[in-house]
Protein backbone atom coordinates (compact mmCIF):
# COMPACT_ATOMS: atom_id res chain seq x y z
CA UNK A 1 0.00 0.00 0.00
CA UNK A 2 1.24 3.54 -0.79
CA UNK A 3 2.48 5.66 1.90
CA UNK A 4 0.63 9.42 1.21
CA UNK A 5 3.26 11.80 1.04
CA UNK A 6 3.06 15.58 2.41
CA UNK A 7 2.55 16.97 -0.89
CA UNK A 8 -0.62 13.81 -1.24
CA UNK A 9 -1.63 14.84 2.67
CA UNK A 10 -1.98 18.86 1.52
CA UNK A 11 -3.77 18.18 -1.52
CA UNK A 12 -6.21 16.55 -0.19
CA UNK A 13 -6.28 18.79 2.88
CA UNK A 14 -6.87 21.60 0.21
CA UNK A 15 -10.13 19.99 -1.47
CA UNK A 16 -11.68 19.10 2.03
CA UNK A 17 -11.50 22.38 3.01
CA UNK A 18 -12.84 23.73 -0.08
CA UNK A 19 -15.77 21.01 -0.07
CA UNK A 20 -16.72 21.86 3.29
CA UNK A 21 -16.33 25.64 2.82
CA UNK A 22 -18.32 25.26 -0.42
CA UNK A 23 -21.20 23.23 2.46
CA UNK A 24 -21.11 26.21 4.32
CA UNK A 25 -21.95 29.00 1.61
CA UNK A 26 -24.67 26.85 -0.18
CA UNK A 27 -26.32 25.48 2.16
CA UNK A 28 -28.54 28.52 3.20
CA UNK A 29 -29.66 28.78 -0.54
CA UNK A 30 -29.95 24.78 -1.70
CA UNK A 31 -33.64 24.53 -1.76
CA UNK A 32 -35.79 22.60 -4.42
CA UNK A 33 -37.73 24.74 -6.29
CA UNK A 34 -40.49 22.62 -6.91
CA UNK A 35 -43.19 25.12 -8.69
CA UNK A 36 -40.02 26.14 -11.15
CA UNK A 37 -39.05 22.26 -12.03
CA UNK A 38 -43.29 21.51 -11.84
CA UNK A 39 -45.26 24.19 -13.58
CA UNK A 40 -48.27 22.61 -13.03
CA UNK A 41 -47.80 22.64 -9.44
CA UNK A 42 -50.19 25.35 -7.01
CA UNK A 43 -50.02 26.94 -3.98
CA UNK A 44 -52.36 24.91 -2.77
CA UNK A 45 -50.81 21.84 -2.84
CA UNK A 46 -52.42 20.72 -5.92
CA UNK A 47 -51.10 19.44 -9.31
CA UNK A 48 -52.71 20.39 -13.03
CA UNK A 49 -52.54 16.51 -13.86
CA UNK A 50 -52.14 13.56 -12.04
CA UNK A 51 -48.70 13.11 -13.23
CA UNK A 52 -47.38 16.07 -12.10
CA UNK A 53 -46.28 15.87 -8.32
CA UNK A 54 -46.64 18.30 -5.97
CA UNK A 55 -43.80 19.08 -3.46
CA UNK A 56 -44.35 19.10 0.39
CA UNK A 57 -42.67 21.66 2.22
CA UNK A 58 -39.86 19.85 3.50
CA UNK A 59 -38.89 18.91 0.04
CA UNK A 60 -38.49 22.00 -0.56
CA UNK A 61 -36.65 23.48 2.56
CA UNK A 62 -35.34 20.17 4.31
CA UNK A 63 -34.40 17.57 2.11
CA UNK A 64 -32.00 19.39 -0.11
CA UNK A 65 -29.75 20.69 3.25
CA UNK A 66 -30.01 16.92 4.16
CA UNK A 67 -28.47 15.65 1.21
CA UNK A 68 -26.37 17.98 0.78
CA UNK A 69 -24.96 16.82 4.42
CA UNK A 70 -24.99 13.27 2.82
CA UNK A 71 -23.30 13.88 -0.20
CA UNK A 72 -20.38 15.45 2.24
CA UNK A 73 -20.13 12.85 4.39
CA UNK A 74 -18.91 10.62 1.95
CA UNK A 75 -15.49 12.39 1.42
CA UNK A 76 -15.58 14.03 4.53
CA UNK A 77 -15.53 10.24 6.45
CA UNK A 78 -12.69 9.16 3.61
CA UNK A 79 -10.67 12.28 4.94
CA UNK A 80 -11.11 11.95 8.62
CA UNK A 81 -9.87 8.06 8.27
CA UNK A 82 -6.41 9.67 8.22
CA UNK A 83 -6.65 13.16 10.20
CA UNK A 84 -9.16 11.46 13.53
CA UNK A 85 -7.47 11.37 16.35
CA UNK A 86 -9.11 11.43 19.97
CA UNK A 87 -9.32 14.14 22.02
CA UNK A 88 -11.74 16.24 23.99
CA UNK A 89 -13.85 17.09 21.20
CA UNK A 90 -13.43 14.09 19.02
CA UNK A 91 -14.68 11.67 21.74
CA UNK A 92 -17.86 14.04 22.97
CA UNK A 93 -19.15 14.02 19.12
CA UNK A 94 -18.41 10.49 18.78
CA UNK A 95 -20.08 9.51 21.90
CA UNK A 96 -23.10 11.97 20.98
CA UNK A 97 -23.17 9.79 17.72
CA UNK A 98 -23.28 6.43 19.56
CA UNK A 99 -25.86 7.57 21.98
CA UNK A 100 -27.92 8.95 19.00
CA UNK A 101 -27.33 5.65 16.96
CA UNK A 102 -28.09 3.08 19.92
CA UNK A 103 -31.40 5.35 20.17
CA UNK A 104 -32.78 5.06 16.86
CA UNK A 105 -31.78 1.10 16.91
CA UNK A 106 -33.91 0.63 20.15
CA UNK A 107 -36.55 3.32 19.30
CA UNK A 108 -38.60 -0.30 18.00
CA UNK A 109 -39.90 2.35 15.62
CA UNK A 110 -40.48 2.53 11.79
CA UNK A 111 -37.16 2.41 9.76
CA UNK A 112 -38.32 5.58 7.51
CA UNK A 113 -38.91 7.39 10.89
CA UNK A 114 -35.42 6.35 11.95
CA UNK A 115 -33.18 7.11 8.94
CA UNK A 116 -35.44 10.29 8.29
CA UNK A 117 -36.64 11.54 11.70
CA UNK A 118 -40.14 13.03 12.02
CA UNK A 119 -42.76 14.30 9.84
CA UNK A 120 -41.90 17.24 8.28
CA UNK A 121 -38.39 17.48 9.71
CA UNK A 122 -35.72 14.83 7.83
CA UNK A 123 -33.48 15.04 11.34
CA UNK A 124 -33.39 11.54 11.72
CA UNK A 125 -30.22 8.98 11.52
CA UNK A 126 -29.37 10.09 8.16
CA UNK A 127 -29.35 13.71 8.83
CA UNK A 128 -27.06 12.66 12.08
CA UNK A 129 -24.60 11.01 10.25
CA UNK A 130 -24.19 14.01 7.33
CA UNK A 131 -24.02 15.92 10.58
CA UNK A 132 -21.21 14.28 12.48
CA UNK A 133 -18.78 14.29 9.70
CA UNK A 134 -19.66 17.67 8.80
CA UNK A 135 -18.48 18.69 12.42
CA UNK A 136 -15.57 16.58 12.94
CA UNK A 137 -13.97 17.87 9.24
CA UNK A 138 -14.37 21.28 9.97
CA UNK A 139 -12.66 20.49 13.78
CA UNK A 140 -9.73 18.89 12.38
CA UNK A 141 -8.89 21.20 9.19
CA UNK A 142 -9.34 24.05 11.98
CA UNK A 143 -6.77 22.73 13.84
CA UNK A 144 -4.46 22.87 10.71
CA UNK A 145 -5.02 25.97 9.38
CA UNK A 146 -6.04 29.01 11.90
CA UNK A 147 -7.27 30.58 8.27
CA UNK A 148 -10.44 28.23 8.74
CA UNK A 149 -12.21 30.73 11.18
CA UNK A 150 -12.08 33.83 8.80
CA UNK A 151 -12.64 31.71 5.72
CA UNK A 152 -15.78 30.77 7.49
CA UNK A 153 -17.20 34.28 8.88
CA UNK A 154 -17.06 35.59 5.13
CA UNK A 155 -18.43 32.83 3.57
CA UNK A 156 -21.23 33.48 5.94
CA UNK A 157 -21.44 37.14 6.19
CA UNK A 158 -21.55 37.34 2.32
CA UNK A 159 -25.03 34.61 2.86
CA UNK A 160 -26.45 36.70 5.79
CA UNK A 161 -26.30 40.03 3.75
CA UNK A 162 -28.48 38.23 0.98
CA UNK A 163 -30.55 36.45 3.45
CA UNK A 164 -31.25 40.19 4.44
CA UNK A 165 -31.80 41.12 1.07
CA UNK A 166 -34.13 38.50 0.34
CA UNK A 167 -35.94 38.89 3.63
CA UNK A 168 -36.51 42.87 3.22
CA UNK A 169 -38.44 42.08 -1.07
CA UNK A 170 -40.71 39.96 0.73
CA UNK A 171 -41.64 42.18 3.51
CA UNK A 172 -41.95 44.87 0.93
CA UNK A 173 -44.05 42.67 -1.33
CA UNK A 174 -41.89 41.71 -3.73
CA UNK A 175 -40.96 37.96 -3.68
CA UNK A 176 -39.36 36.10 -5.88
CA UNK A 177 -38.74 33.34 -3.98
CA UNK A 178 -42.36 31.87 -3.45
CA UNK A 179 -42.90 31.97 -7.72
CA UNK A 180 -40.25 29.14 -8.16
CA UNK A 181 -40.96 26.87 -4.70
CA UNK A 182 -45.10 27.38 -4.10
CA UNK A 183 -46.33 29.01 -7.15
CA UNK A 184 -47.43 31.98 -5.66
CA UNK A 185 -45.63 34.70 -3.51
CA UNK A 186 -45.52 34.68 -0.04
CA UNK A 187 -47.60 36.99 1.27
CA UNK A 188 -48.40 35.25 4.86
CA UNK A 189 -44.81 34.52 6.12
CA UNK A 190 -41.37 35.59 5.30
CA UNK A 191 -39.63 32.95 4.32
CA UNK A 192 -35.84 34.13 3.48
CA UNK A 193 -34.78 31.02 1.99
CA UNK A 194 -34.44 29.00 4.69
CA UNK A 195 -38.35 28.21 5.05
CA UNK A 196 -39.42 30.06 7.98
CA UNK A 197 -38.38 33.83 10.43
CA UNK A 198 -37.48 31.85 13.34
CA UNK A 199 -35.34 29.73 12.30
CA UNK A 200 -33.48 32.30 9.80
CA UNK A 201 -33.37 34.92 12.65
CA UNK A 202 -31.49 31.84 14.10
CA UNK A 203 -28.78 31.99 11.44
CA UNK A 204 -28.69 35.84 11.69
CA UNK A 205 -27.53 35.98 15.30
CA UNK A 206 -24.63 34.32 15.20
CA UNK A 207 -23.52 36.12 12.05
CA UNK A 208 -24.24 39.50 13.38
CA UNK A 209 -22.73 39.02 17.01
CA UNK A 210 -19.18 37.45 14.70
CA UNK A 211 -19.36 40.74 12.54
CA UNK A 212 -19.02 42.76 16.18
CA UNK A 213 -15.69 40.92 16.49
CA UNK A 214 -14.30 41.48 13.53
CA UNK A 215 -15.16 45.02 12.96
CA UNK A 216 -13.31 45.95 15.56
CA UNK A 217 -10.04 42.79 15.06
CA UNK A 218 -6.55 44.06 13.93
CA UNK A 219 -5.76 40.88 12.40
CA UNK A 220 -8.34 42.26 9.81
CA UNK A 221 -7.49 44.50 6.94
CA UNK A 222 -9.29 48.02 7.15
CA UNK A 223 -11.81 46.89 3.96
CA UNK A 224 -12.52 43.22 5.75
CA UNK A 225 -13.90 45.61 9.01
CA UNK A 226 -15.43 47.79 7.28
CA UNK A 227 -17.67 44.73 5.66
CA UNK A 228 -18.34 43.62 8.79
CA UNK A 229 -19.50 46.71 10.13
CA UNK A 230 -22.02 46.95 7.53
CA UNK A 231 -22.66 43.02 7.97
CA UNK A 232 -23.53 43.17 11.99
CA UNK A 233 -25.77 46.28 11.51
CA UNK A 234 -27.94 44.68 8.27
CA UNK A 235 -27.90 41.36 9.70
CA UNK A 236 -29.49 42.99 12.75
CA UNK A 237 -32.06 44.61 10.95
CA UNK A 238 -32.53 41.28 9.83
CA UNK A 239 -32.94 39.65 13.06
CA UNK A 240 -35.74 42.06 14.40
CA UNK A 241 -37.72 41.82 10.81
CA UNK A 242 -38.50 38.20 11.56
CA UNK A 243 -39.67 38.89 14.42
CA UNK A 244 -37.97 36.18 16.76
CA UNK A 245 -38.45 37.42 20.05
CA UNK A 246 -35.34 34.68 21.54
CA UNK A 247 -33.25 36.29 19.08
CA UNK A 248 -34.10 39.85 19.00
CA UNK A 249 -33.46 39.43 22.89
CA UNK A 250 -30.29 37.72 22.88
CA UNK A 251 -28.86 39.80 20.65
CA UNK A 252 -29.74 42.91 23.22
CA UNK A 253 -28.26 40.99 25.98
CA UNK A 254 -25.38 39.73 24.04
CA UNK A 255 -24.31 43.35 22.46
CA UNK A 256 -24.42 44.49 26.51
CA UNK A 257 -22.34 41.33 26.96
CA UNK A 258 -19.46 42.62 24.68
CA UNK A 259 -19.43 46.36 25.23
CA UNK A 260 -18.57 44.93 29.17
CA UNK A 261 -15.93 42.61 27.95
CA UNK A 262 -13.95 44.84 25.44
CA UNK A 263 -14.90 48.28 27.48
CA UNK A 264 -13.50 50.70 24.91
CA UNK A 265 -15.30 53.80 22.87
CA UNK A 266 -15.18 51.92 19.84
CA UNK A 267 -17.03 48.94 20.66
CA UNK A 268 -19.69 50.99 22.62
CA UNK A 269 -20.40 53.18 19.47
CA UNK A 270 -20.66 49.80 17.06
CA UNK A 271 -23.06 48.10 19.89
CA UNK A 272 -24.78 51.46 19.80
CA UNK A 273 -25.16 51.34 16.27
CA UNK A 274 -25.89 47.84 15.36
CA UNK A 275 -28.63 48.17 18.58
CA UNK A 276 -30.13 51.22 17.19
CA UNK A 277 -30.71 49.07 13.79
CA UNK A 278 -31.84 46.15 15.88
CA UNK A 279 -34.90 48.49 17.24
CA UNK A 280 -35.54 50.70 13.99
CA UNK A 281 -36.25 48.14 11.44
CA UNK A 282 -39.20 46.92 12.37
CA UNK A 283 -40.52 50.82 11.86
CA UNK A 284 -38.01 51.88 8.73
CA UNK A 285 -39.03 49.29 6.50
CA UNK A 286 -43.05 49.21 5.84
CA UNK A 287 -44.70 45.29 6.14
CA UNK A 288 -46.94 45.09 3.40
CA UNK A 289 -47.15 41.46 4.21
CA UNK A 290 -50.27 39.90 6.35
CA UNK A 291 -46.89 38.23 8.17
CA UNK A 292 -47.11 40.01 12.04
CA UNK A 293 -45.59 38.85 14.58
CA UNK A 294 -44.90 41.37 17.84
CA UNK A 295 -40.94 41.57 19.59
CA UNK A 296 -43.32 40.91 22.68
CA UNK A 297 -44.49 38.36 25.08
CA UNK A 298 -46.91 36.75 23.20
CA UNK A 299 -48.21 33.16 23.56
CA UNK A 300 -45.76 31.48 22.08
CA UNK A 301 -43.47 31.86 24.52
CA UNK A 302 -46.29 30.64 27.56
CA UNK A 303 -46.35 27.53 25.56
CA UNK A 304 -42.84 26.75 26.03
CA UNK A 305 -42.98 25.71 30.06
CA UNK A 306 -45.95 23.61 28.90
CA UNK A 307 -43.75 21.87 26.41
CA UNK A 308 -40.89 21.44 29.00
CA UNK A 309 -42.79 20.26 31.20
CA UNK A 310 -44.40 17.77 28.95
CA UNK A 311 -40.72 17.14 27.51
CA UNK A 312 -39.06 16.20 31.12
CA UNK A 313 -42.36 13.70 31.73
CA UNK A 314 -41.57 12.12 28.45
CA UNK A 315 -37.67 11.55 29.50
CA UNK A 316 -38.71 10.00 33.10
CA UNK A 317 -40.60 7.31 31.35
CA UNK A 318 -38.33 6.55 28.62
CA UNK A 319 -36.49 3.19 29.22
CA UNK A 320 -32.72 3.60 29.17
CA UNK A 321 -32.45 7.08 30.17
CA UNK A 322 -29.82 8.61 30.80
CA UNK A 323 -27.76 6.49 28.71
CA UNK A 324 -30.54 6.53 25.44
CA UNK A 325 -33.44 7.92 24.48
CA UNK A 326 -36.54 7.03 22.62
CA UNK A 327 -35.27 7.76 19.40
CA UNK A 328 -35.07 10.19 16.51
CA UNK A 329 -39.00 11.38 16.68
CA UNK A 330 -38.98 10.80 20.63
CA UNK A 331 -40.99 13.00 21.84
CA UNK A 332 -43.98 11.87 19.88
CA UNK A 333 -43.45 8.38 20.87
CA UNK A 334 -43.23 8.74 24.39
CA UNK A 335 -46.50 10.78 23.62
CA UNK A 336 -47.97 7.89 21.92
CA UNK A 337 -46.40 5.15 24.04
CA UNK A 338 -47.21 6.22 27.56
CA UNK A 339 -50.83 7.24 27.46
CA UNK A 340 -50.26 9.02 31.04
CA UNK A 341 -48.92 11.92 29.51
CA UNK A 342 -52.17 12.54 27.16
CA UNK A 343 -53.14 15.33 29.68
CA UNK A 344 -49.89 16.99 29.70
CA UNK A 345 -49.70 17.12 25.87
CA UNK A 346 -53.49 18.89 26.35
CA UNK A 347 -52.64 21.19 28.04
CA UNK A 348 -50.28 22.62 25.56
CA UNK A 349 -53.22 22.73 23.36
CA UNK A 350 -54.68 24.79 25.75
CA UNK A 351 -52.26 27.51 25.89
CA UNK A 352 -51.23 27.23 22.11
CA UNK A 353 -54.78 27.16 21.09
CA UNK A 354 -56.58 29.62 23.26
CA UNK A 355 -58.99 27.43 24.74
CA UNK A 356 -61.93 29.02 27.52
CA UNK A 357 -60.49 29.87 30.79
CA UNK A 358 -63.28 27.85 32.22
CA UNK A 359 -62.45 24.71 29.87
CA UNK A 360 -62.15 21.35 31.80
CA UNK A 361 -60.95 18.04 30.35
CA UNK A 362 -63.77 15.39 31.35
CA UNK A 363 -62.47 12.39 30.20
CA UNK A 364 -59.98 10.83 27.52
CA UNK A 365 -60.83 7.96 25.60
CA UNK A 366 -58.80 6.16 23.37
CA UNK A 367 -60.15 5.73 19.73
CA UNK A 368 -57.75 2.38 18.60
CA UNK A 369 -57.16 -0.83 19.27
CA UNK A 370 -53.65 -2.78 19.99
CA UNK A 371 -53.51 -3.84 16.23
CA UNK A 372 -53.24 -0.21 15.07
CA UNK A 373 -50.66 1.13 13.94
CA UNK A 374 -48.38 3.44 16.78
CA UNK A 375 -49.06 6.90 14.64
CA UNK A 376 -52.65 6.31 14.40
CA UNK A 377 -53.66 6.59 17.94
CA UNK A 378 -56.36 8.91 18.57
CA UNK A 379 -58.30 9.88 21.46
CA UNK A 380 -61.65 11.05 22.22
CA UNK A 381 -61.34 14.38 24.71
CA UNK A 382 -64.98 15.33 26.22
CA UNK A 383 -64.73 18.76 27.75
CA UNK A 384 -66.89 20.88 30.20
CA UNK A 385 -68.13 22.72 27.10
CA UNK A 386 -68.56 20.09 24.78
CA UNK A 387 -69.56 16.73 26.22
CA UNK A 388 -69.32 14.95 22.87
CA UNK A 389 -65.81 14.97 22.43
CA UNK A 390 -63.21 15.95 20.11
CA UNK A 391 -60.55 13.38 18.09
CA UNK A 392 -56.96 14.69 19.02
CA UNK A 393 -53.84 13.34 17.56
CA UNK A 394 -50.44 13.52 19.01
CA UNK A 395 -48.78 16.12 17.16
CA UNK A 396 -46.59 17.52 19.47
CA UNK A 397 -42.72 16.49 18.72
CA UNK A 398 -40.07 19.19 19.38
CA UNK A 399 -39.29 19.87 22.96
CA UNK A 400 -38.52 23.49 21.72
CA UNK A 401 -35.15 23.62 23.56
CA UNK A 402 -32.19 21.83 22.30
CA UNK A 403 -31.11 20.28 25.06
CA UNK A 404 -34.49 18.67 26.52
CA UNK A 405 -34.80 17.79 22.26
CA UNK A 406 -31.23 15.96 22.53
CA UNK A 407 -32.34 14.21 25.98
CA UNK A 408 -35.88 13.19 24.70
CA UNK A 409 -34.43 11.81 21.52
CA UNK A 410 -30.56 10.27 22.26
CA UNK A 411 -30.96 10.51 26.27
CA UNK A 412 -29.93 13.11 29.14
CA UNK A 413 -26.12 11.89 28.60
CA UNK A 414 -25.84 13.32 25.09
CA UNK A 415 -27.93 17.14 26.02
CA UNK A 416 -24.72 16.81 28.65
CA UNK A 417 -22.26 16.39 25.76
CA UNK A 418 -24.17 19.22 24.24
CA UNK A 419 -23.77 21.35 26.87
CA UNK A 420 -20.12 20.31 27.14
CA UNK A 421 -19.81 21.56 23.63
CA UNK A 422 -20.75 24.89 23.45
CA UNK A 423 -19.99 26.08 27.25
CA UNK A 424 -16.50 25.52 27.36
CA UNK A 425 -15.43 27.64 24.34
CA UNK A 426 -17.75 30.13 25.71
CA UNK A 427 -15.64 29.82 29.17
CA UNK A 428 -12.28 29.92 27.36
CA UNK A 429 -12.65 32.22 24.64
CA UNK A 430 -14.69 34.73 27.08
CA UNK A 431 -11.55 35.90 28.20
CA UNK A 432 -9.77 36.41 25.58
CA UNK A 433 -8.59 40.46 24.89
CA UNK A 434 -9.06 39.62 20.90
CA UNK A 435 -12.11 41.20 19.66
CA UNK A 436 -12.82 38.49 16.87
CA UNK A 437 -12.20 35.60 19.05
CA UNK A 438 -14.05 37.16 22.16
CA UNK A 439 -16.69 37.73 18.83
CA UNK A 440 -17.04 33.49 19.02
CA UNK A 441 -17.66 33.26 22.29
CA UNK A 442 -20.44 36.05 22.43
CA UNK A 443 -22.03 34.31 19.29
CA UNK A 444 -21.84 30.72 20.66
CA UNK A 445 -23.21 32.37 23.57
CA UNK A 446 -25.98 33.83 21.68
CA UNK A 447 -26.66 30.34 20.08
CA UNK A 448 -27.30 29.12 23.77
CA UNK A 449 -30.34 31.29 24.13
CA UNK A 450 -31.48 31.01 21.12
CA UNK A 451 -31.54 27.60 21.38
CA UNK A 452 -32.95 27.78 25.12
CA UNK A 453 -36.67 28.30 22.83
CA UNK A 454 -35.79 26.26 19.81
CA UNK A 455 -34.90 23.05 18.29
CA UNK A 456 -32.35 22.12 16.01
CA UNK A 457 -33.15 22.09 12.50
CA UNK A 458 -31.42 20.78 9.17
CA UNK A 459 -31.86 24.44 7.23
CA UNK A 460 -29.20 26.20 9.86
CA UNK A 461 -27.50 23.96 12.43
CA UNK A 462 -25.01 22.75 10.46
CA UNK A 463 -23.48 26.44 9.82
CA UNK A 464 -24.45 26.54 13.84
CA UNK A 465 -21.88 23.39 14.91
CA UNK A 466 -19.59 25.05 11.76
CA UNK A 467 -18.94 27.72 14.25
CA UNK A 468 -19.05 25.21 17.06
CA UNK A 469 -16.37 23.22 15.61
CA UNK A 470 -14.34 25.97 14.43
CA UNK A 471 -14.31 27.15 18.32
CA UNK A 472 -12.90 24.04 19.67
CA UNK A 473 -10.19 23.89 16.71
CA UNK A 474 -8.86 27.54 18.25
CA UNK A 475 -8.80 26.56 21.70
CA UNK A 476 -6.94 23.60 20.70
CA UNK A 477 -4.73 25.24 18.68
CA UNK A 478 -3.94 27.88 21.60
CA UNK A 479 -2.88 25.22 23.84
CA UNK A 480 -0.62 23.63 22.04
CA UNK A 481 1.09 26.83 21.20
CA UNK A 482 0.98 26.88 25.15
CA UNK A 483 2.36 23.65 25.26
CA UNK A 484 5.19 24.45 22.57
CA UNK A 485 6.24 27.91 24.42
CA UNK A 486 6.62 26.50 27.79
CA UNK A 487 8.82 23.48 26.76
CA UNK A 488 12.37 23.76 27.40
CA UNK A 489 14.47 24.08 24.37
CA UNK A 490 17.42 22.12 24.03
CA UNK A 491 20.55 24.41 24.02
CA UNK A 492 22.27 23.99 20.52
CA UNK A 493 25.88 22.09 20.18
Known sequence: MAIPTNETRDSSDRIILVAWLAVVASLPFFIYPAALLNPGFHADGTASSSTTPAAIPEMVWIFPRVLLLLLFSVPGLLWLRKRFSLDRFSLLVTLYALTFLLSAAFSRDELQY?????????????????LTAFMLVGYFLSKESPNVLLAFYLAISVGGVLEVVVLTAQRLGFDLLGPITRG??????????????????????????????????????????????????????????????SSFYGMILLL?????????????????AVL??????????????????????????????????????????????????????????????????????????????HWPKDRQVTSIKPLYSPEDPIRSRTFAV???????????????????????????????????????????????????????????????????????????????????????SLAWGVISTAQRAEVARAAPTKPTP
Open 114 to 130: ILLGASGRMDGLLYAIG
Open 184 to 245: TPYTDILTGTIGNPGMLAGMLLPISLLSLGAAQSPRLSPRLRTWATIVAILTAAGIALTGNK
Open 256 to 272: TAYVFLQRSVHSLLLAG
Open 276 to 353: ISLVSAPQLVPNRTTYEHPLIPTASIATRPAIWRLTLKAIAATPGQPLIGAGPDGLRMAILRHEELIPEMLNVYRISK
Open 382 to 468: SFTDYAMGRPFRVNVDKAHNLFLDRAVRSGVLSALIWALLYVVPIFQLIRSHEPFTNAVAMALAGLVFYYLFWFPVPQVEPLHVALL
